[in-house]
């Protein structure tokens, strides 16, 4: 079977639907490939938070920021290490297009905000219910309304070229049959990352192989890494690979409710009791962190009140509940009785509550100077969420410009192919920061929208 269009998108995530969107938006005569039976990759499974400085809710509550803020929270997060020109063009577009998503594509977003950390002000923004479901859902409906078809359970497995280096299509599989699909202006690459991929990131880099479990779908597997770099794409910061330090001991899965923390009503502790590390550091760091601790876990404080405040049990009751079956997580009326459950030292967790509790008082973390505004605790019932890292983004990817188009390892551009999302690499350096992703897939993803139209 053949199908002939203008625009290809390969990955029906946030980054391709809304690369497609645009395109079609742009005249463009546009068909999506999806390998899995349902749209959304990772964007799906993701809380949705999207960072976008000097927003509606910050403007609301008198917070100040900006996109040279932004940036430098960028640039820090990842060691200095992302291409200054991509980050920048995410930190200038990022409001932007939250407001694509908001008036066009008629995403709703609560009326307020999380802290993620690494990130210097309160920016990033919640979609309905705190999932990416809202995302992709309006993404989806969206697209339908173009008239753009998308292709489930099609997987692309080869980039096809003309003599002249220019990409024209791709070859795919629907159901063991191969279809070949032409693209007269070319391809967009919008397959995600390969964090479901354990042979692929110890290939990459040998610690983060298979001694860890994933956050991710299993659809992350790098297809369109391998792909690319097969037709001479550059491949760069592949070894920089993220592991989110508050998943499921059992599945990998990322716990939601543990968002308790980016509330800033929770703390980290270790089997002793103690605290190890600022709850609003980095994801790296605080992953590296707790590896280093008692049973390579670590466990998540919080009070009745955070509990109620945050609403974790209400919007995510369905993880809550199950976490408490497993016995992954306890609610105790008494911080002991807490304690006990996971037999963590209740003296010394009680001194660490205390010595908390008189920082709130004093406004300034003595021991780890946690951002934001501290707020001690108070009555019970105490809960308790035992937690460890699992893979959940990889940085590195695939070099394009600032037009979002492949670069060639010999630094050239390649014809009629681009690309946007996790795929590409360089933008986030060593370390992406909380809700930047959602971010970085909707500016590159109009991008590459764009571009491909011209
Ligand atoms: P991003 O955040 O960059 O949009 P996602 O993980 O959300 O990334 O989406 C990537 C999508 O691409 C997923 O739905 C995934 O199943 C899909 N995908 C990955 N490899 C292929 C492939 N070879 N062919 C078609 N779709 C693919």
């Known amino acids: 079977e053949k199908y002939d269009a203008d625009v290809i998108v390969i990955g ?14 742009n005249g463009m005569n546009v068909i999506v490939l999806e390998k899995m039976p349902m749209a959304g990759g990772n964007t799906l499974i993701s809380g ?15 917070l100040e920021d900006s996109a040279d803020l932004f940036y430098g929270d960028i640039m820090k997060g990842g060691d200095e290490e992302s291409d200054p020109a991509l980050a920048r063009i995410l930190a200038d577009k990022a409001l932007d297009g939250a407001k694509w998503l908001r008036d066009e594509v008629g995403m709703i977003f609560e009326d307020y905000m999380l802290f ?29 309304e173009t008239g753009s078809p998308l292709h489930l359970e099609t997987k692309a497995t080869e980039l096809i070229m003309d003599e002249n280096g220019r990409v024209t299509g791709v070859k795919a599989e629907y159901h063991g049959q191969v279809i070949e699909y032409t693209a007269k202006k070319g391809v967009i690459m919008a397959s995600g990352g390969f964090g479901y991929n354990k042979e692929m990131r110890a290939q990459y880099n040998e610690e983060m192989g298979e001694g860890y479990l994933s956050t991710n779908s299993v659809g992350s597997m790098g297809d369109g890494l391998v792909m690319a770099e097969k037709i001479g ?9 993220q592991a989110y330090p508050t998943c499921d001991t059992q599945s990998g899965a990322l716990l939601y409710v543990g968002d308790v923390r980016m509330e800033g009503r929770s703390i980290l502790v270790n089997k002793e009791g103690k605290r190890f590390v ?20 670590s466990y998540m404080f919080w009070d009745a009140s955070a509990m109620e405040d945050s609403g974790m049990d209400v919007k995510h009751a369905a993880e809550y509940n199950g976490l408490i079956a497993r016995k992954q997580l306890v609610k105790a009326d008494t911080l002991e009785e807490a304690a006990a459950f996971f037999e963590i030292d209740a003296e010394e967790l009680k001194k660490t509550v205390e010595n908390y509790n008189q920082y709130a008082k004093d406004g300034k973390d003595l021991e780890f ?6 707020v001690p605790f108070g009555e019970g019932p105490y809960y308790i969420m ?28 390649i014809e009629g192919l681009f690309a946007a999302g996790e795929v590409v690499g360089d933008i986030h350096g060593t370390n992406r920061l909380g809700s ?3 971010a970085d897939i909707t500016v590159f993803g109009r991008i590459a929208g764009e571009s491909i139209s011209k």
């Open 369 to 374: 100077n946690k951002r934001g505004k501290l």
């Open 233 to 241: 794409a550059s491949l760069v910061d592949m070894s920089f690979i």
């Open 436 to 438: 930047n992703a959602i």
């Open 386 to 413: 035992v937690s460890k890292p699992a893979i959940h983004h990889t940085m590195g990817g695939i070099k394009i410009n600032t037009e979002a188009q492949v670069v060639s390892t010999e630094g050239k551009v």
């Open 48 to 62: 949705g938070e999207y960072a976008a400085p000097e927003n509606w809710v910050q403007e609301k509550e008198a």
């Open 116 to 144: 993620f950390g690494g990130h210097s002000v309160e920016r990033s923004l919640v979609p309905k219910n705190a999932t990416g479901y809202e995302m992709i859902h309006k993404l989806t409906e969206k697209l339908k």
């Open 12 to 25: 029906a995530g946030g980054a391709g639907l809304t690369a497609a969107i645009t395109a079609a938006e």
């Open 278 to 297: 600022e709850e609003l550091e980095r994801r790296d760091v605080i992953s590296k962190a707790v590896l280093q601790q008692t049973g390579s876990v």
